[in-house]
């Protein structure tokens, strides 16, 4: 995944190689918030939502691919990943930390 993008319409493709259930979310921050993405994982959830705008998202369990299609606008973008560690299967649910908290988060610009 590249650190920027040109605006317009993308297509995004998630294959998981893992072991893992994993999802793609992809949100954008909305123009004026300055707070970075780890700060904004810390707020609460109804507080986030009001500063970011969710623009796509998918999932795949383990050895599959998903795409995700999304019409970009200019601005700070980032992608994670909320499943739990440990989820399997949408039969198994983890109970680990959610694996953005692992590293599963990357950030990327919109010109």
């Known amino acids: 995944m590249p650190s920027e993008l040109d605006s317009g319409v993308a297509s995004f493709e998630f294959e998981n190689g893992g072991t893992e259930v994993h999802q793609m979310v992809l949100f954008r921050r909305n123009d004026g918030v300055t707070e970075t993405v780890d700060e904004l994982l810390a707020m609460p959830e109804e507080e ?8 796509a998202a998918t999932g795949a369990a ?3 691919r998903e795409y995700a299609i ?14 739990p560690e440990g989820t399997t299967s949408e039969d ?10 692992r590293g599963m988060v990357f950030e990327f610009t919109v010109a």
């Open 70 to 83: 999304a019409d970009l606008t200019p601005g700070s973008y980032a992608m994670l990943c909320f499943v």
């Open 92 to 101: 198994a649910y983890g109970t680990g930390q959610p694996h953005f908290m």
């Open 62 to 64: 383990p050895g599959e």
């Open 48 to 55: 986030v939502e009001t500063k970011t705008t969710m623009v």
